[in-house]
């Protein structure tokens, strides 16, 4: 027998097993009763059967005769087989005369003897005074005159029947304890079987708790259990991914930090101990401290931006402005990284005047982390194209680039908090996160398609509804 390791196991063993007890008791009640009523009641109608045919025919024509010679009459004219033995009583209970010639001086008061004598037939199962042995017998009034003069009474012995029906119990009630004892061993097996996989969930989730996401659970099987299981699975990946991101994002911000830090602190150390009237060499330092400055301050709006986006605590500003004007500021913004660079950029329409209600200042935001993406992954003599057009009741706004693309495998993330793939660039990996984020909030979406080595277009949809006005280049 398998050891169950909670209450839980039991309980369901044993509602099984009462189930199945129920089951078995009614069925054994079903069996005596069949028993019982195939074996005695067999005989009981045999005995009916024969004393009815006799008594209706000595009742209807031997009518007028007394007692001793109505039950002489009876006696010689009727076939009684040997296993059964016919009596005729008068209504004291004694018998005048039977077919085995065997007489006592007992008194009948059976059950039967007495139905009888009320006028109609009575049967009774039990033990023959004189010999012990069990007994059925059925009596029948007998009539003289319209009255009652004695009774016709057929005993028989069932003594052997009862041994055959006490084994047939007996096997029927084996049968069941077998069945029970069964039922309990696979009930048992059976909550094991739910119980085990339950409790190997349980422990990958502990361990899960604990911070051990390398754990996974084993399907067991194809059930609701073996879903939980793949379920659990899918929750440590993606958990186990999570952290592995967070680590890497708090790599990349120490590094993002320390760097202007070292840089400032640097230049700083040299500024206070150099000769100040170096006017140049004092120049250049405060220089690359500001720019160092701004790249700190940079990086810390990025991340209060995130969080704001995170915490669903930013409002839009919406109004009308003009998609074309704000891609041609941020394009001019670049102007000067493109031309070090040496990036061609180009700016297409197939829509002109298009004037979109939105938040501007997010939007500037979100381009700005596209065009400066663009040109973070853009070899020289790259190109940078902004395309702007209607499509499907939507504004369509795709920047597309000639850099080294992007892996598949992380083309489904890089939209993610803290992700930058197998980037060794500067960056938080905020910006396509909080892009991603600010278009949602304007019920649009972001398309990314790439190919390494020929590089990435990023599509932002942005419905229109009613707050747009165009003018389309025909």
């Not at 097993?17 to 009641?41: A, D, N, P, S």
């Not at 003594?159 to 077998?178: H, P």
């Amino acid at each position: 027998m398998f050891r169950l390791r909670n209450s839980i196991g039991l309980k369901l063993t044993l509602n099984f097993t009462l189930v199945i007890l129920v089951t078995i008791l009614i069925f054994e009640g079903i069996m005596t009763f069949g028993i019982h009523e195939y074996y005695y009641g067999n005989v009981e109608q045999v005995l009916f059967d024969r004393i009815n045919i006799a008594v209706e025919f000595y009742n209807g024509y031997i009518k007028d005769t007394n007692l001793r010679s109505k039950s002489k009459l009876i006696l010689e004219n009727s076939s009684v087989p040997n296993y059964l033995e016919l009596q005729i009583l008068d209504l004291s209970g004694k018998v005048i005369d039977t077919s085995s010639r065997i007489y006592n001086q007992q008194i009948v008061n059976t059950e039967d003897f007495n139905l009888s004598k009320t006028g109609v037939v009575g049967v009774w199962r039990g033990k023959n005074p004189p010999t012990g042995e069990l007994v059925m017998a059925v009596s029948a009034p007998l009539f003289s005159d319209g009255r009652i003069v004695g009774i016709a009474r057929y005993i028989t012995s069932i003594q052997e029947l009862d041994s055959v029906v006490k084994r047939l119990m007996v096997y029927s009630y084996t049968i069941g304890l077998l069945v029970l004892i069964a039922a309990l061993y696979l009930s048992t097996l059976l909550a094991k079987n739910i119980i085990d996989p339950i409790y190997e969930l349980k422990a990958v989730a502990d361990n899960i708790a604990l911070g051990h996401f390398h754990v996974r659970a084993k399907r067991r099987s194809n059930d609701e259990l073996g879903e939980l299981a793949d379920t659990l699975n899918y929750m440590s990946e993606e958990i186990e991914k999570s952290e592995q991101v967070k680590n890497e994002f708090i790599s990349s911000i120490s590094h993002e930090i320390r760097t202007p830090l070292t840089s400032i602190k640097g230049w700083s150390e040299t500024i206070l101990t150099g000769d100040l009237s170096n006017t140049s060499e004092t120049q250049l330092g405060l220089q690359i401290i500001s720019s160092e400055t701004e790249r700190l301050s940079d990086l810390l709006e990025d991340l209060l931006d995130f969080s704001r986006l995170d915490a669903n605590i930013i409002r839009l500003k919406k109004e009308h402005f003009s998609i074309e004007d704000l891609c041609e500021d941020v394009l001019r913004q670049y102007l000067q990284r493109f031309k070090k660079k040496n990036v061609t950029t180009q700016l297409k329409k197939t829509a002109y005047g298009i004037s979109i209600w939105a938040d501007r200042n997010r939007l500037r935001q979100v381009l700005i982390n596209l065009v400066d993406n663009s040109l973070k992954f853009t070899p020289e003599a790259g190109t940078i194209e902004i395309k702007l057009d209607l499509d499907k009741g939507y504004l369509r706004m795709i920047v597309t680039d000639t850099g080294v693309g992007i892996h598949k495998k992380d083309i489904n993330y890089v939209t993610e908090s803290f992700y930058k793939g197998d980037s060794k660039l500067s960056g938080t990996g905020l910006g396509l996160s909080i892009s991603r984020k600010i278009i949602e909030m304007h019920d649009g979406y972001i398309d990314i398609q790439s190919e390494i080595g020929k590089g990435t277009s990023v599509g932002v949809y942005i419905p229109l509804g009613t707050h747009v006005e165009t003018s389309l280049d025909l």
